[in-house]
């Protein structure tokens, strides 16, 4: 069974001006273990091109790197894995593509979606948003402390992601409610030294 860290950055160029290969860089810097490339805005041609700069620093660095939605990217690159949402490729699909060894990632929204989540050859899934989010437009109702503790109970053992309006001061309370792991993005990516960011973040939320 995957064995996610408590945090779970994601990239996002439009946040912190830099390249999805400098963000690794220097969340790798401070420790990150597993990062999400997300990207909305560059064209696919140009997320290849920056993804696949991504991916060879982070396996410089022994980081685990998945591509957000884009199964062909990860297919081409050979990326570590993918992340998919609710209407993103199937993760059947995306198994047969990508194989095995891949690691692939489910967001859900609601306790049904996790549900059914659950029976889906994934290695994680993701709920959220926990809490009010900026960095998405289009997000599902909060979820709450209490939706994601009912969350966990209905998935078993299945590696458990909480997403949306996470913090550094709220984040024990999110892995405390049945989190693994919680993703943030503008909480890390937008402090003036990423690096030192996550490092102290993860020294917070520290297994015992």
């Known amino acids: 069974m995957l064995r996610l860290p ?10 912190t001006g830099l390249s999805h290969a400098e963000q690794v860089s220097r969340l790798s810097d401070g420790g990150a273990s597993f990062v999400q490339l997300r990207e909305k805005n560059l064209t696919p041609r140009d997320f290849y091109e920056q993804a696949k700069v991504a991916l060879a620093v982070a396996h410089s660095r022994k980081v685990q790197l998945i591509i957000n939605d884009r199964v062909d990217l990860a297919l081409a690159l050979q990326a570590d894995g993918v992340h998919l949402g609710q209407d993103d490729l199937p993760p059947e699909a995306a198994r047969t593509l990508l194989g095995p060894q891949a690691i692939i990632g489910f967001s859900t929204h609601t306790l049904e979606q996790a549900r059914k989540a659950a029976t889906l050859p994934i290695d994680y899934l993701a709920i959220g948003p926990i809490f ?7 997000t599902a109702p909060e979820v709450g402390l209490a939706g994601l503790n009912s969350v966990r109970g209905a998935v078993g053992n299945l590696p458990l992601v909480a997403i949306g309006g996470i913090t550094p001061a709220n984040a024990q309370d999110v892995i405390e409610a049945g989190a693994d792991s919680v993703a943030m993005i503008s909480a890390l990516l937008s402090s003036r030294n990423i690096a030192d960011c996550i490092r102290a973040l993860l020294l917070s939320l520290e297994l015992p």
């Open 132 to 138: 009010r989010t900026a960095t998405k437009a289009d």
């Open 6 to 15: 408590r945090v779970y950055p994601i990239t996002d160029v439009g946040i």
